[in-house]
């Protein structure tokens, strides 16, 4: 069974605005939720990540928002641009599992002009 | 960026043969994985390692097998190749104990592999 569930596979945003990135989660002991960045013919990049003891964490312009009770966390991209079009992985890490991560299947983010 | 080469990144092979794929770091980190990634399915764990010798399986490691004999090399090896292990492999390192811990991964380039 998935332990990191991303259930929109796309996403259509105008430059400009908000995108919001969702992710669920079933496994209360994850330490860790990391947001990766991933182009095509290339490795995934990290993009930022959250400590399972915060609700929030920003980077410019990236914002990470975990709520434990709802076991979900969200990405938002303000102001979108169109470099940003990528698949964005959700991922949670494990320290049972060597800090393996799980990821999730990806939501591919459009940015048009 | 991360010191990690993966080769080699493109290998056609046909079914029944074996396959190794190398994962070399130069960054000293203690943790190496092996994934891949399919259509529709995100990126899977394969095997990771925790140290010269010691390894673990991940959540799809039937068919494969991993060694780790120094620090910087991982290898995967596909025992005899199937048309279901067509797929991208990608290496990746961590070193939680090297700083602050964000549960980061890096990732290596990939390796695109098809099995006919």
């Known amino acids: 069974d998935q332990q990191v569930k991303q259930n929109s596979p796309s996403l259509s945003v105008q430059e400009g605005r908000i995108s919001i990135l969702n992710c669920d989660y079933t496994n209360s002991m994850f330490d860790y939720f990391l947001w990766y960045k991933k182009y095509p013919a290339e490795g995934p990049t990290f993009l930022i990540s959250i400590s399972s003891i915060k609700d929030k964490n920003e980077d410019g312009r990236f914002t990470v928002f975990l709520n434990k009770s709802a076991k979900h966390l969200s990405l938002h991209i303000v102001p979108s641009q169109p470099g940003d079009s990528a698949v964005y992985f959700c991922a949670a890490s494990d320290e049972r599992s060597g800090y393996a991560l799980n990821f999730g299947k990806g939501t591919s983010l459009l940015v048009t002009p | 960026d991360a010191g990690i080469t993966q080769s080699p990144r493109h290998k056609v092979t046909e079914t029944g043969t074996p396959v190794t794929l190398r994962c070399h770091q130069t960054e000293n980190h203690r943790y190496m994985y092996w994934y891949r990634q399919d259509p529709g399915h995100g990126l899977r764990l394969i095997h990771y390692s925790y140290g010269v010798k010691d390894t673990d399986k991940g959540e799809v490691s039937d068919g494969y097998s991993v060694s780790r004999s120094k620090t910087e090399d991982f290898l995967l090896t596909l025992e005899s190749a199937t048309s279901s292990q067509t797929s991208v492999y990608f290496c990746?390192?961590?070193?939680?104990?090297?700083?602050?811990?964000?549960?980061?991964?890096?990732f290596g380039e990939g390796s695109r592999l098809t099995v006919l």
């Open positions: 990746a390192i961590s070193d939680p104990s090297g700083g602050p811990n964000t549960g980061e991964l890096f």
